[in-house]
């Protein structure tokens, strides 16, 4: 018995729908795969901006262990000539203190991305 011709465009749109789902399932999926590929390409683009930013460590810790033995032979030298050191370069230690605090936390961080 041959298919009559409602029965044929019954089962066409059948097929018509199964292949507009499908396409829009691939297509989808195909979105949601650039999605994460773009996630991942900012993640390293961040992270290669973060691994050369930390590397400034080094300076900062330069920076607190040159002031610091300037700062000890000045003291060295006030006290051998008995003179006073003004007060102000005290607090300036309290900040080269801190830059040799924070370019050790920064090293410890920058190890991380090496």
Do not use: C, H, W
């Amino acid at each position: 018995m041959k298919p009559t011709q409602e029965q044929i465009l019954k089962a066409l749109n059948k097929l018509v729908r199964e292949n507009k789902t499908e396409l829009k399932a691939e297509k989808i999926e195909l979105s949601l795969v650039d999605d994460l590929k773009d996630s991942i390409k900012k993640g390293v683009s961040i992270e290669k901006t973060l691994a050369g930013q930390l590397n400034g460590y080094n300076g900062l810790l330069r920076a607190g262990g040159n002031f610091k033995k300037l700062y000890s032979g000045l003291l060295k030298q006030a006290k051998e000539l008995g003179v006073p050191v003004p007060p102000e370069l005290k607090k300036l230690e309290a900040i080269a203190d801190g830059f040799v605090k924070k370019g050790n936390a920064l090293k410890k961080v920058s190890n991380l991305f090496g």
